[in-house]
């Protein structure tokens, strides 16, 4: 296999945030080194739990999940089209789960993602231990490679 056919499909976990953003021009580095490859942007959406359901459609919070999704999917969109402009092959995924982790990982398996590239949110410490940290799991669960942007220290 030749260099620039290593990478096909890479995903690149988004949930909004700054700092999952500095992935991006890593992963369009990538992309822009391998013609072929698809860059998969992916956000995993938690919904509250089962438990909760109920009464957050009595309070009318069930239409507000529909409007983050919707928002979610808008951001999404709008990252894609910045992204062809730079003549980069995209799409666009959401995927539902009661971890954000699971749903990387399936991701990974559905779509036989080659490399994943994702921020971490540089927690440390006890911050770390109470919230845990995604890019630990992903990276214990996977065989592809995955390449871990640190955040700016200042940010």
Known sequence: MTTSGRYQKILVPLDGSEWAQRAIPHAVDIAHSHPEAELVLLTAIVPPTRDFAEQLAFTG?????????????????????DLRSEAINVTIRLSEGTQVADAICDTIQREAIDLVVMSTHGRTGVARLLFGSVARDVLERVTVPVLLIRPDQEA
Not at 62 to 77: F, M, N, S, V
Request: without cysteine.
């Open 61 to 81: 919070e069930d239409g507000q999940t529909q409007i983050a999704r919707e928002q979610i999917k808008q951001y999404l969109i709008g990252v894609r089209g």
